[in-house]
Every structure is written in C-alpha cells, then in structure tokens.
C-alpha cells in the first residue's frame, strides 16, 4: 500500500482499519473464508430484480424502506417503528458505535469477537474495554452485569460460534439499565435464539442481524436494527446526517422478497447445520480440537500444527479459510460451511496435509 497522504486528518494517522477476508479475483478457489452462503439467493429474490425496477435506478429509493420494513416487521412480530435498514449490518453497527458511545460512555466487549468492534472504537475516539473470554473461550455473562458502559455481543460470538442463552442476555440487559446493550445476531439462523422478543420489555436493548450470512445476499448489503422506538429515532438521526438513501432501491426488492420466501432459507440454513455437523465430526476423527459451534462456520486447530501452518495447507490445495493471527487464536483456522461436497474436498485436502 502507499502511504498516507500529507493532508489527512491527524485523527485518522494511528487508524488501523478492518482488513476484510481475502475476495480473490480467480474463482479457481474453494472459498471457505468469509462466511458466505455456498447457496444462490432463493428464485423470488431473483425474480423480483426485474428489467422494469433497473430502469426505475434513475430515482432515488425510499428512505424509510417501508415496504421493506413493513415485511421485515411482521417477520420479526414487531412493528415497523421498530426498524431500522442499514447497507449491511456494518453499517448498523457504525452508526450504534456513533450513536451510544463516547470518550466518556465507554463501551466493553470480548476480547476475541467481530474484529469491527474495536475498529468503530477507535474510528470514533471511544474509550473500550476488552473484556477477556474464559479459558474455553465462552463469553461469562457475570462480566457484563451492572458495568455501566455500552456492551455490544455477538451472539453466536465470532469467530468461537459459541452462544449465550436469551434468559442469559436478558440478565444483561436489566442489569445495565442505563446502559445501550447491543447484540450482534449475525448468525443467530444457524442455531441460536433470537433476542428480539424482548426488545418490547427493556428500552435498552438494541438486536442487529444481516441479510449476508443466512439469506445469501452478502454482495447486496442488507442488515438492520431491532429496538425500542426511540433507540430507532437515535439512529435515523444520525443516518439522516449521513445517508439518507444507504439502501439500494435493488437490494430493497431482494430484502423483501427474501422475508417472502423465507421456507426456502430455512432448508438451506437447515442443510447448512446438517453439513456442520458432518464436517465437525469428520474433523474430530482427525484429531481436531473445535468449539461447540453454532454458527455457519467452525473454529478448529489441530495439536502441534499452527494456524497459519492450516492456512498456508489449504491454500496452497485451492480451499481459502480464515487465520486470524492473534492472541489466543493464533493456533485455529475459521473454516466456513460450505456444501457438503465442499466440506468433503476440505476435509481430503486435510489429510493430505497431516499425511493421513
Ligand atoms: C458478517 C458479520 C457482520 C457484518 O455483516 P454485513 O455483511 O455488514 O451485514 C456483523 N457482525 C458479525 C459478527 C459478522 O460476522
């Protein structure tokens, strides 16, 4: 990369931004790295892209998104006052830091989770706190009660896949009542409970999911936020401030009809955890060390290999995974569930490696 330019504002010289999974430009490769669905988009969301609505690109979309919302709403037994879009639930999550955070309102989360976290922190000057993960790398919620800074979980966490029960998160929530709590359910359709439900009981409760991971519409960027009417106000005055159009009027179409066909991604995402069992039991055969995951990937290592050792392996065979070379975690590979097929050529290229 060049260097920064001399014009830059010295607020950003120290910045160190996200670094995405690598997006290769051949597609000569088994992409297992970014959390992607291995499934196209369900036919009505293809459907509903038509010729007539790309002409329509001359005109702005709606800002409110309401039919999207409308349709989001009743999916999520919510009403839409409850709701708000975002272009990707990155985008949420920027405005959230924005929002409910400062040098003075702190924000605390785990050490190891959504590298995005301590991005925003730093983006926006706010004082963090990285709260350590146990030695099994679950989250304990005794360290988030009465702790009078903004939280923010993911929830199954990133990249461990473990989950927090709801009775937990409520547990959280009531006990900061002052406090924003937000939960980050990216991947709550592979396996978790959603804590939507209670975001009528406690003001101070904020759900953010994506359309990227569970309804196979990543390069659309969708995400949202579910919340108390005035915590959605908040968020539409900041999104007002910089965005008012930040949802493609395409990707509302695909966001609607996607809540429409809704059966479909169910199947799918079924198949997903059916295929992460598959691949988790075949890994432990191997002698592989995993988290209980309950997200649309694994977190595995393998004793006396390193992790970018795994990394290097796979690449080198054509099958992209993600290393995070991090306190911790170093020693683990993050392997997306891909199809079963996939898993299959993943789980040869393995032994291959370890000379099975
Ligand atoms: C993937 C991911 C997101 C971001 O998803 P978008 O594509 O921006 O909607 C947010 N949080 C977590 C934990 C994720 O893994």
Do not use: W
Not at 69 to 74: G, H, I, Q, V
Not at 259 to 281: G, M, V
């Amino acid at each position: 990369m060049t260097e920064l330019s001399r014009f830059l504002s010295s607020r950003f010289s120290g910045l160190k931004a996200y670094v995405p999974g690598e997006q290769p430009k051949d597609t000569a490769y088994i992409k297992l790295n970014t959390n992607e669905s291995p499934y196209p988009p369900a036919p009505q969301v293809i459907e509903a892209i038509s010729r007539g609505e790309i002409e329509k690109l001359r005109l702005y979309g709606d800002p409110e998104c309401t039919e999207l919302r409308k349709t989001l709403a009743e999916y999520c037994s919510v009403t839409p006052e409850h709701l708000m879009m975002g272009n990707g639930s990155d985008e949420i999550l920027s405005f959230v830091f924005m929002a409910y955070c400062d040098k003075n309102t702190g924000v605390s989360y785990p050490d190891i989770s959504y590298g995005f976290y301590s991005v925003y922190a730093d983006l926006y000057g706010i004082s963090s706190e990285e709260i350590p993960l146990k030695e099994n790398f679950a989250i304990d919620p005794e360290d988030y009660r009465n702790r009078g800074r903004t939280i923010v979980l993911a929830n199954p966490n990133a990249p461990t896949g473990l989950c927090l029960t709801v009775e937990d998160i409520e547990k959280i929530v009531a006990s900061n009542p002052d406090n924003v709590v937000i939960i980050d359910e990216a991947y709550i359709d592979f396996g978790g409970q959603s804590c939507i439900p209670l975001v009528r009981k406690y003001d101070n409760l904020l759900v953010v999911q994506t359309y990227s991971k569970s309804r196979s519409l990543a390069g659309a960027r969708l995400g949202y936020a579910v919340g108390n009417p005035a915590l959605i106000h908040d968020l539409n005055r900041l999104r007002f401030s910089v965005n008012p159009y930040n949802v493609s009027r395409l990707t509302m179409l695909a966001g609607k009809a996607a809540i429409e066909a809704q059966p479909y991604y169910d199947n799918k995402n079924a198949e997903i955890i059916l295929t992460r069992e598959y691949a988790s039991a075949k890994l432990k055969e191997l002698g592989f060390l995993l988290t209980d995951s309950r997200a649309n990937f694994i977190l595995a290592k393998y004793p006396g290999m390193g992790g970018s050792a795994l990394y290097e392996g796979l690449k080198a065979r054509g099958i992209l995974v993600r290393h995070f070379n991090k306190p911790r975690i170093s020693d683990f590979v993050r392997i997306t569930i891909g199809t079963k097929e996939q898993m299959d050529a993943m789980i040869l290229s393995l032994e291959e490696m370890l000379g099975i």
